[in-house]
């Protein structure tokens, strides 16, 4: 008899257990990898939100932006420092701020960044002249 000193293992199931249908089909991802057809893009936000132990917020404009195609760059500036809100926060942040969604929701970065608009306005135009970063 093996001495399992006090521990007893346990029977687990096979890795997947699920339906005898096939699998939902591929779909590809904008960098060519292929990934399965339910992973939706708000999926793929909602897991790595919930997934991260670090805060994490997520902004969003409800028009898109040219900013490539904009000839007044301070104008387009202003407009996205007063037009960009945070539409999602996950509950790392809360935690680290002792805060409720509500708190966030709705935030421009001038409203995240009190009495520093001008550190938002480099931090806006950094971002928008890199472009939208690969991952």
Do not use: I
């Amino acid at each position: 008899m093996t001495d399992y000193r006090g521990v007893r293992p346990v029977e687990h199931p096979t890795p997947y257990e699920g339906p005898a249908s096939p699998p939902p089909p591929l779909r590809s991802s904008s960098r060519g990898a292929e990934v399965p057809g339910w992973l939706t893009p708000e999926r793929q936000l909602a897991c790595f939100m919930d997934q991260r132990l670090e805060g994490c917020l997520f902004l969003a404009l409800d028009e898109p932006l040219d900013w490539k195609g904009t000839r007044d760059k301070n104008a387009a500036l202003e407009w996205v420092a007063r037009e960009l809100r945070v539409v999602k926060v996950n509950q790392a942040l809360l935690d680290q701020y002792r805060a409720k969604e509500l708190d966030f929701l709705g935030s421009t970065p001038l409203d995240l960044l009190p009495g520093r608009p001008d550190e938002v306005r480099e931090l806006l135009r950094h971002h928008l002249d890199r472009g939208a970063p690969e991952l």
